[in-house]
């Protein structure tokens, strides 16, 4: 028993259903992030090959300027 609170023992009825209630909270806090993880999944793709773009023209134009 904790003081002030509630004991829990690993096999109660009380534990198995808040144990089926927050698995059952995270599935729906997981689906409703699909949406939010995808925008920042194509974000991240489109970030990172448009900044492999930046860097090509960059250094071209600085070995270009080298060669002058």
Do not use: F, K
């Not at 003081?3 to 690993?10: E, I, S, V, Y």
């Amino acid at each position: 028993m904790i003081p002030g609170g509630l004991a829990l023992a690993a096999g109660s009825p009380l534990a198995r259903q808040l144990r089926r209630r927050l698995t059952a909270r995270a599935g729906r806090s997981a689906i409703a992030l699909g949406p939010l993880l995808t925008g920042a999944a194509a974000g991240a793709y489109l970030n990172s090959r448009e900044t492999r773009h930046l860097g090509g023209a960059v250094h071209r134009d600085l070995r270009r300027g080298m060669l002058t």
